[in-house]
């Protein structure tokens, strides 16, 4: 079971801006970075956010993470076709001295 | 560039192991930690465990201690994950993912991931 919650779908219409949010604890966000990976059907995920809010090369800035406490979010702005997709937050959790992911969230593109 | 290259789909019996290998090109593959993530049908993601390639040490899921055990062989630059005593709800995508950075935990998740292996398993 996850420790870190996301809602389950999220929707949009193109342009329009989604944000997704993940709740988690003292233990896990509270205190280390949050990842957000994107991951289309049938494939590997991709990382979009690594430390909070930075973005690796070739992620576009269309796509933004914050944190506060012990949650965080994901951003997409001017929302197109090619972002539907599954998404998932993930950080370090102290307690369980491990790796743990969200729940996950699909976002559909009205 | 960074590549991730894993073995095969897998058919097991309930009971049985399986081990998954994952050869890694395009750095140096001492250098960062590897992750094991599987993804079963229509569910999420969850993290198995992680090993540093140069040390050999490991860390396991509590959900997957004793069951799991993760090596590799530094002259072929190749992960590998075993998970002994399968049972059916075992059968998913179990994915290598090469950690961005060098650092601690805090910068192990994954960042260059393998295409997956399907390991199924049935009676």
């Known amino acids: 079971q996850s420790v870190l919650t996301q809602p389950p779908s999220a929707s949009g219409t193109p342009g329009q801006r989604v944000t997704i949010s993940c709740s988690g604890s003292?233990?896990?966000?509270?205190?280390?970075?949050v990842y957000w990976y994107q991951q289309l059907p049938g494939t590997a995920p991709k990382l979009l956010i690594y430390?909070?809010?930075q973005r690796p090369s070739g992620v576009p800035d269309r796509f933004s993470g914050s944190k506060s406490g012990t949650s965080a979010s994901l951003a997409i702005s001017g929302l197109r076709s090619e972002d539907e997709a599954d998404y998932y937050c993930?950080?370090?959790?102290?307690?369980?001295?491990?790796?743990?992911f969200g729940t996950g969230t699909k976002v559909t593109v009205l | 560039q960074v590549q991730l290259v894993q073995s095969g789909a897998e058919v097991k019996k309930p009971g049985a192991s399986v081990k998954v290998s994952c050869k890694a090109s395009?750095?140096?593959?001492?250098?960062?930690?590897i992750n094991w993530v599987r993804q079963a049908t229509g569910q999420g993601l969850e993290w198995m465990g992680w090993?540093?390639?140069?040390?050999?040490?490991?860390g396991y899921a509590q959900k997957f201690q004793g069951r799991v055990t993760m090596t590799r062989n530094t002259s072929i630059s190749t992960a590998y994950m075993e998970l002994s005593s399968l049972r059916s709800e075992d059968t998913a995508v179990y994915y290598c993912?090469?950690?961005?950075?060098?650092?601690?935990?805090?910068?192990?998740?994954?960042?260059?991931w393998g295409q997956g292996t399907l390991v199924t398993v049935s009676s």
């Open positions: 090993m540093n390639p140069n040390s050999g040490n490991t």
């Open positions: 003292s233990s896990n966000i509270g205190s280390n970075y």
């Open positions: 430390r909070n809010n």
């Open positions: 395009g750095y140096t593959f001492t250098s960062y930690d």
């Open positions: 993930a950080a370090w959790d102290d307690s369980l001295s491990g790796q743990v």
């Open positions: 993912a090469r950690a961005r950075v060098k650092g601690g935990f805090g910068e192990l998740a994954p960042y260059y």
